[in-house]
């Protein structure tokens, strides 16, 4: 952690002593939880991100070279938009979607917004998503 800047380790730091977000299952344990649904509304890093609509690979999952599976790769969004909604910082939301998913930001988020049963089957859909 010493390479990243000091701005980026405070918000990385932060999201390991947050309290966690709301989340529900399905009732199946071996499911990623659904986010209690909001109302529909692009948000500024949807926006910015250019995800306004999950109908094509948008350029945000163009990195992905997996299974491409609409409703996995917007349920990973969804938590790299929460992430974005608790600390207003575009960096966070970017860097949280680089790389497919697979980076150190979006399993902070992971972590800080999960029980220990979801982070591991988030980790198992970053292994089905590929890189």
Same mark, same amino acid.
């Given at each position: =952690?010493?390479?990243?800047?000091? =701005?980026r380790?405070?918000?990385?730091?932060?999201?390991?002593?947050a309290i966690?977000?709301?989340?529900?299952? %399905?009732?199946?344990e071996n $499911?990623?939880?659904?986010l209690l649904?909001h109302?529909?509304?692009?948000?500024p890093v %949807?926006?910015?991100a250019?995800a +306004? %609509?999950? +109908?094509? &690979?948008?350029? %945000?999952?163009?990195s992905?070279t997996?299974?491409?599976?609409r409703e996995?790769l917007?349920?990973l969004?969804?938590v790299c $938009?929460?992430?974005?909604?608790?600390?207003?910082?575009?960096?966070?939301?970017? $860097?949280?979607?680089s790389?497919?998913? +697979?980076n $150190?930001?979006?399993?902070?988020?992971?972590?800080?917004?999960?029980?220990p &049963?979801q982070?591991n089957?988030?980790?198992?859909?970053?292994?089905?998503?590929g890189?």
């Open positions: =952690m010493a390479a990243v800047g000091p =701005m380790a405070a918000v990385l730091v932060s999201l390991l002593v966690p977000a709301s989340a529900t299952t %399905s009732g199946d $499911e990623i939880p659904t649904r109302t529909q509304k692009v948000s %949807s926006s910015f250019g +306004h %609509s999950l +109908h094509k &690979r948008s350029l %945000s999952f163009r992905c997996g299974v491409y599976d996995l917007a349920r969004d969804r $938009e929460d992430c974005y909604n608790i600390y207003r910082d575009v960096g966070v939301a970017a $860097e949280c979607r790389d497919c998913f +697979h $150190e930001v979006f399993l902070y988020c992971v972590d800080y917004m999960y029980r &049963r982070r089957q988030y980790r198992a859909a970053l292994q089905r998503l890189k």
